[in-house]
């Protein structure tokens, strides 16, 4: 897989780029070019498909021998990597919740940013976090009329699946953005007993409109943690009649499927239950059988207030995780990401009201907004 120039080469609706990581505590700087490359070289949709065996299916329990240890240097990272081979149980879904929403924040921050600054509003990102020991989603490859490769210097990525092999000599590799030395891994995170790798059954809502990165972060890590279920609670479309622009909003049968097709695209082998939401509980008022709640920062009233209602229901309490990655004093997401995280271009709003000024002039070729 030879590099190459990217300058001449021509721009194509459906692009995947290839990828993997050292480990999960560094952010990971080399990917920012090549996935400006990437986005630039796009219409439609792309792909940024992060292959390694750390996102395999944790173990059953969560004890230090369990799960990889965080090493003391990177390059012993990288070692370890592929003495796990691509079998090996992955990490802590739960251990490692706030280095997962870092690196998936990153990420999408970078795609997201190059999409706006080229008018690009609607392009289509997806990141997605494939072990090397689960099956891999064909139609990514099979849609893609174009597939980058990039990793850091000092590594190579896992075993292709079969689907991408037969496509190698199409491959077209990136070269990675210097960057400083890794810093010294800490150790990993404190194994508390209490919380399990996964969780069996996993509730979180939103109005999911023009499904954009900040929905998709709040999606992947719920599916991240669930292993048996996910409930999708999705605002039904009789609350959203005072919302800005709402000639352009999705109804709830379009939002439904969208947020499926992401969710089944993320992660496979968990079912996805979405329910229309009329009030601020849905499922998680009432249902015993969920045993953890994922919220952002914005929304913590709202589990607040099913935690009261839980607890009048004589209820099991839930497990609250918040997706917080967007604080200012996050050291992991610089300051010019956090504000872009934000700012209105991330909401469904600024969506609504692009399309609105745009109607009769897509000239991206991005996804329709109807």
Do not use: C
Request: charged share 20%; net charge negative.
């Amino acid at each position: 897989m030879p590099a190459v120039q990217t300058a001449a080469l021509s721009d194509v609706r459906r692009t995947v780029l290839l990828t993997t990581v050292h480990n999960l505590h560094d952010t990971p700087n080399f990917l920012a070019s090549p996935i400006s490359t990437a986005a630039r070289k796009t219409t439609e949709a792309l792909e940024i498909v992060i292959l390694s065996p750390f996102f395999n299916s944790p173990p059953e329990s969560d004890s230090p021998s369990s799960r990889p240890t965080a090493s003391s240097s990177s390059r012993t990272d990288v070692q370890q990597l592929a003495q796990l081979g691509p079998d090996a149980p992955g990490i802590s879904r739960t251990a490692y919740w706030d280095d997962v929403q870092r690196l998936l924040t990153f990420v999408y921050v970078q795609a997201t940013k190059v999409a706006q600054d080229m008018g690009n509003i609607l392009l289509d990102i997806d990141v997605l976090l494939k072990g090397t020991a689960e099956p891999f989603p064909e139609q990514i490859v099979r849609d893609a009329e174009r597939i980058f490769a990039v990793t850091p210097h000092d590594t190579h990525l896992p075993a292709l699946p079969a689907s991408i092999e037969q496509r190698r000599s199409e491959i077209i590799v990136l070269q990675p953005d210097e960057h400083p030395l890794h810093t010294p891994a800490p150790p990993p995170p404190p194994v508390d007993p209490s919380v399990p790798p996964l969780y069996p059954v996993v509730a979180l809502g939103g109005t999911f409109d023009h499904l954009h990165a900040g929905h998709k972060i709040l999606l992947s890590m719920g599916a991240w943690i669930a292993k048996e279920k996910l409930i999708v609670g999705i605002t039904d479309d009789a609350l959203l009649g005072k919302k800005e622009y709402k000639e352009v909003l999705e109804p709830l049968s379009v939002r439904t499927a969208r947020t499926r097709a992401f969710l089944e695209l993320f992660k496979s082998g968990v079912v996805y239950d979405l329910v229309p939401l009329n009030d601020v509980y849905g499922p998680t008022g009432w249902d015993p059988n969920v045993q953890a709640l994922v919220v952002s920062k914005e929304t913590l009233p709202g589990a607040a207030s099913i935690a009261k209602r839980r607890e009048e229901l004589s209820l099991p309490a839930l497990r609250t995780f918040v997706i917080d990655v967007i604080s200012a004093t996050e050291s992991s997401v610089d300051a010019e990401d956090a504000a872009l995280l934000k700012t209105a271009k991330m909401s469904s709003t600024y969506i609504r009201e692009w399309i609105v000024k745009n109607q009769g002039n897509n000239k991206t070729g991005a996804r329709s907004w109807r």
